[in-house]
């Protein structure tokens, strides 16, 4: 049989299938198969940076900044921050009912190293944005900067003289071109990158999921709860009435990046694979999907936005300190900006979540109580991160009329 004709969902669902029994058995045999998933990610890496700087460059060159662009941008930006808003008030209102952290013992907590250093600050979110030095952006992988100082670029692209605006434009669309042929060609190893991510990751965590506490089991699945309501109702009837599309469907083109998003718990590393199948599957044209994706997959997480909010109320409710209705809004608020600060990369959520429990007074050490579980709870929010994504691709180009594939 030849593998290659199995549709890529499939190989990655096997992948992942076969790696967990894997990892869990065969402690032994990991370091045979780890270097698949170190390799896979660091190619991932190779071309994330180039990819998002060729094709915002490109996607805002081909909108021709001016209007269309700015209407653009705030159709896309009141997207991210109301879908945002939408799945806290989900997570918030679940864990008022649920009240996981009522009744847990305080002994689970582990103690984090360097708590106090690595919190972040809410206006350290803005700052981040303009950077001082782009090549430096580019060198830490700091891709909020990168992101705007290529919008910026494809914007005066268009203001210069027409011959200089069409020697720039064709450049960055070829270049662009060149960067989806590699995607594809490194997409195409993704079962075996995953197979080897997966197997290291139960691996490191078999000994700590077997310790978990009952009550921190209800935390997840409150987490898990809020997770699936937003991303199998919220998202679909937002899909389905705003954007006039058929959210089942478009689901189903994107089990493949679904699937990596949980892999490898990285929005940043699913970019690639994100991009190429919205365009590809739900055909989204390459204009809106170069310009929405990778902004979205750096600002806009609901399933971390999400997390956020449970979190922080968890954490209240075991130290057993009372939230006021302002404080809880407070918590939204920073929920919110905290998502939009958090890198596309494993864990950042659980970085982030200092900004809100400093926000409002919650003792930072909460950050032992949750840690255990984080991993796998980044996983299922990355899929609703990157979920998100896709469907406000959807959305903005059938609100540009766009046919698109899932079109109603
Ligand atoms: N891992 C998430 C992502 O890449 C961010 C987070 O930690 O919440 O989308």
Redesign the pocket.
């Known amino acids: 049989m030849n593998l290659s004709k199995i549709k890529l969902h499939w190989q990655i669902l096997i992948a992942l299938f076969l790696a967990i029994p894997f990892g869990y058995f065969f402690p032994e045999g990991i370091r045979y198969v780890s270097w698949m998933g170190e390799i896979f990610l660091t190619a991932l890496k190779m071309i994330i940076i180039p990819l998002i700087i060729s094709s915002i460059i490109s996607g805002v060159a081909s909108i021709g900044g001016g209007k269309s662009l700015g209407r653009l941008g705030l159709k896309t930006m009141f997207y991210y921050i109301s879908t945002s808003l939408v799945a806290i008030l989900t997570g918030l209102v679940l864990v008022n009912i649920i009240r996981p952290g009522i009744g847990v013992d305080l002994n689970f907590t582990q103690s984090v190293e360097g708590l106090g250093e690595n919190s972040v600050a809410l206006s350290d979110i803005l700052m981040r944005i303009v950077p001082s030095n782009i090549v430096e952006a580019m060198i830490r992988g700091d891709i909020l900067p990168i992101i705007f100082f290529a919008i910026l670029f494809g914007v005066f692209i268009s203001k210069t003289a027409s011959w200089h605006k069409e020697i720039l434009t064709t450049f960055f669309n070829a270049f662009f071109e060149v960067m989806m042929k590699m995607t594809l060609f490194i997409i195409r190893f993704t079962p075996l990158g995953i197979f080897g991510i997966v197997a290291n990751e139960v691996h490191r965590n078999s000994e700590q999921l077997g310790t978990l506490a009952g009550s921190m089991l209800i935390y997840m699945l409150v987490v898990f709860l809020g997770l699936s309501i937003h991303a199998f109702i919220n998202l679909p009837l937002i899909v389905r009435f705003v954007g006039r599309a058929k959210p089942y469907r478009h689901l189903k083109n994107m089990a493949s990046p679904l699937l990596m998003?949980f892999s490898t718990?990285?929005?940043?590393a699913t970019l690639p694979l994100t991009m190429e199948t919205v365009e590809n599957k739900s055909g989204v044209s390459s204009k809106i999907t170069s310009f929405t994706i990778p902004l979205g997959?750096t600002i806009n997480?609901d399933?971390?936005a999400l997390?956020e909010c449970v979190a922080a109320m968890f954490i209240a409710q075991v130290y057993g300190i009372d939230m006021s209705f302002m404080q809880q809004m407070l918590i939204v608020i920073t929920a919110l900006l905290a998502s939009i600060g958090?890198?596309?990369?494993?864990?950042?959520?659980?970085v982030m979540i200092t900004i809100v429990l400093t926000a409002v007074g919650l003792p930072l050490e909460g950050v032992g109580l949750i840690i255990a579980v984080d991993r796998i709870l980044?996983m299922f929010?990355?899929v609703v991160?990157?979920w998100s994504d896709t469907c406000g691709a959807v959305i903005i180009a059938r609100s540009e009329n766009e046919p698109t594939n899932v079109g109603l």
Do not use: E
Not at 265 to 268: E, G, Q, R, Y
Not at 342 to 350: K, N, Q, V, Y
């Open positions: 998003a718990a990285s929005s940043n997959s997480m399933g971390t997390y958090a890198a596309g990369i494993p864990m950042a959520g659980l980044d929010r990355t991160n990157v």
